[in-house]
């Protein structure tokens, strides 16, 4: 059973747009969430987070908004730019616990000059 | 991704023969974390310990695996026996201060590769 859902594979965007990534979850006990950013043969580096208590955390050009009622959460990136090209992961957590962290299968993001 | 290093960074074994994958943590960091990646899936946890400690390990396989933490030296992710399933990405992450929502940093990770 998947916890932590990124349903596209992948996504294209022109350098300049905006890249909308999305990511859902099943699990009502989570209650923070991060993005990652994995370029090939690296580890994943931590991006942005956001906690239950918010619905929007920003950072530079990167925005993550928090829908709890949907269980939904997306990461903005305005505006893209080539360097963002990686793979996405979402992931979710429980603050108190362990920082086990559960990982969506991650949104490959190709931003074209 | 500097500060957790992770050797080798790439492993090759024939079935049935063992593998040790090793984490040196960042500076300071006390808390280490085991994720699998296999093909076109996202990571998944195994195991977390603390020095001389396991605190979770509800995500390793029951059998052929094994992980520690000593007091001195790196974590050590143990597979015995490889078999062909076991080729994936292993990552290994520490942390300052769980249960903060602090961010996990990760290593590059070793790459696994069973013949």
């Known amino acids: 059973d998947q916890q932590v859902k990124q349903n596209s594979p992948s996504l294209s965007v022109q350098e300049g747009r905006i890249s909308i990534l999305n990511c859902d979850y099943t699990?009502?006990?989570?209650?923070?969430f991060l993005w990652y950013k994995k370029y090939p043969a690296e580890g994943p580096t931590f991006l942005i987070s956001?906690?239950?208590?918010?619905d929007k955390n920003e950072d530079g050009r990167f925005t993550v908004f928090l829908n709890k009622s949907a269980k939904h959460l997306s990461l903005h990136i305005v505006p893209s730019q080539p360097g963002d090209s990686a793979v996405y992961f979402c992931a979710a957590g429980v603050q108190g616990g362990s920082e086990k962290l559960v990982f969506g299968k991650g949104t490959k993001l190709t931003v074209n000059p | 991704n500097a500060g957790v290093m992770q050797n080798p960074r790439h492993l090759v074994r024939r079935r049935g023969q063992e593998a040790r994958l090793r984490c040196s943590p960042m500076?300071?960091?006390?808390?280490v974390y085991w994720y699998r990646q296999l093909p076109e899936e996202g990571l998944k946890f195994m195991v977390y310990l603390q020095k001389e400690n396991i605190i979770d390990e509800s995500g390793m396989p029951k059998e052929r695996f094994s992980a520690e933490f000593p007091k001195e030296g790196p974590s050590i992710l143990r597979i015995q026996q490889v078999v062909r399933g076991d080729s994936a990405a292993y990552f290994c992450?520490?942390?300052?201060?769980?249960?903060?929502?602090?961010?996990?940093?990760f290593g590059n990770g070793t790459r696994l590769t069973v013949t």
């Open positions: 500076k300071g960091h006390s808390h």
């Open positions: 992450a520490s942390s300052l201060s769980p249960g903060q929502g602090a961010p996990l940093h």
């Open positions: 699990n009502s006990m989570f209650d923070y």
């Open positions: 956001i906690s239950s208590i918010k």
